[in-house]
């Protein structure tokens, strides 16, 4: 496989909604980089006669963009195809599943696929681009919170990294 220095760290995990567990690694592929975009801002107006500029009146978050470049050793160039076709199987999917990265742990995204992906072959070597979309502005935490009750007080166990 090929070593890139400091991108080595960065891997990718995917769970399917049935319980299936991937790491990029795990199925020979290198995640080059992992792009969370901010997330769309929709944000409505009103003009009001005689008063200059725009009244906000309301804003919402809307969907966020997930983008992964990836690179893949198949061993032999006609094996090519064969990894191609794995990877197809796993991400090109009409049900939703989790993305979670191992820079940010303790985060996972619900996505799907946002746009058909093709490998760029060159010799045994397959170079992508996937698009996420995930519908929620915000990811979730992977984190289980535990909250005792003993009469008028209760302790609770925070594993995030969140100030209570």
Known sequence: M???PYVDMLDLSIET???RLYTMSGLGVKTLEFIVQSP????YYES???LPGLVELEST????TLTGRFIFDAG???HFAEKRDELIAIFARDKKFYLQESRAVGKRWLVRLAKPFSATQIRQY????LEFISASPFSESTFLSEVNFAENRFIFNNQGTAPI
């Open 126 to 129: 397959g170079i992508f681009e």
């Open 17 to 19: 909604i049935d319980g």
């Open 40 to 43: 769309e801002i929709n944000i």
């Open 61 to 64: 978050l809307e969907q966020r």
């Open 76 to 78: 032999e160039a006609y």
């Open 48 to 50: 009001i006669p005689g």
């Open 2 to 4: 090929i070593y890139t």
